[in-house]
């Protein structure tokens, strides 16, 4: 298996622009995790999905975060307008949710700059 | 809420032995797990204790004590692909939510 896939892995744009981050979890998993990981606030759950559908949305920034799963194997995560603070790596995990382990395995990151 | 602590920075040297805390304050508690990050790279899972006591995979255990709120990894061998990043995280009642420590940064020393 090809792991969990995300692109773009570096973005660069300028503030108000809006950005498009994509992942595609690993063949047969139904968890999906989108994670911001920044300096000053480490590694933070956005939003997660289970059999496509949003669980859990509260770790969503504001309304400018929008997340969707139309597919057991897509994902995107959006944001418009971004903003130079929306800079950090977003991570996608994937996880087989009632198997006998409960591991996430994450993608490589996408690195956002918002100029 | 969910709330982990664990130090920012531990030094070793090669072939010693290191542990790294982390002691939680949850709502909710299903297990502890935790994660590798070497620098740009992605985290990868390491272990996992719902139960109290020790699970060991190979050079690495983790152990954990429900009733103290608290867990350690503990690394044994040391080498100098070890110095990376280290995150306990915490999985609520809802089974596969995690919330994730600070983080520890370890650098191994020759």
């Known amino acids: 298996d090809a792991g969990v896939i995300q692109s773009p892995r570096h973005e660069v744009t300028e503030m108000g622009q809006e950005v498009t981050l994509r992942c595609k979890p690993i063949?047969?998993?139904?968890?999906l995790f989108w994670y911001r990981q920044t300096m000053m606030r480490g590694l933070e759950l956005l939003i997660y999905?289970?059999?496509?559908?949003?669980?859990?949305d509260s770790g969503m920034p504001e309304d400018r975060f929008s997340a969707k799963m139309p597919n057991a194997s897509f994902s995107t995560l959006k944001i418009q307008p971004s903003e130079p603070r929306d800079s950090a790596v977003y991570f996608c995990?994937?996880?087989?949710?009632?198997?006998?382990?409960?591991?996430?395995?994450f993608g490589p990151g996408t690195r956002l700059t918002v100029l | 809420g969910q709330s982990l602590e664990q130090p920012s920075e531990v030094t070793a040297v090669e072939g010693a032995i290191v542990q790294i805390n982390c002691t939680y304050q949850?709502?909710?508690?299903?297990?502890l797990s935790w994660y590798q990050q070497h620098d740009g790279g992605a985290p990868t899972f390491l272990s996992y204790?719902?139960?109290?006591g020790l699970e060991e995979t190979g050079r690495f255990s983790s152990f954990l004590s429900r009733s103290d709120s608290y867990g350690y990894l503990l690394l044994q061998e040391l080498q100098m692909k070890d110095s990376a990043s280290y995150f306990c995280?915490?999985?609520?009642?809802?089974?596969?939510?995690?919330?994730f420590g600070g983080g520890t940064r370890l650098m191994v020393k020759p």
């Open positions: 995990a994937s996880q087989f949710f009632g198997g006998d382990t409960d591991t996430q395995y």
């Open positions: 063949s047969g998993h139904n968890s």
């Open positions: 999905f289970n059999n496509n559908v949003p669980i859990d």
């Open positions: 949850t709502s909710g508690f299903y297990g």
């Open positions: 204790n719902a139960l109290d």
């Open positions: 995280a915490v999985e609520d009642n809802a089974g596969n939510m995690l919330t």
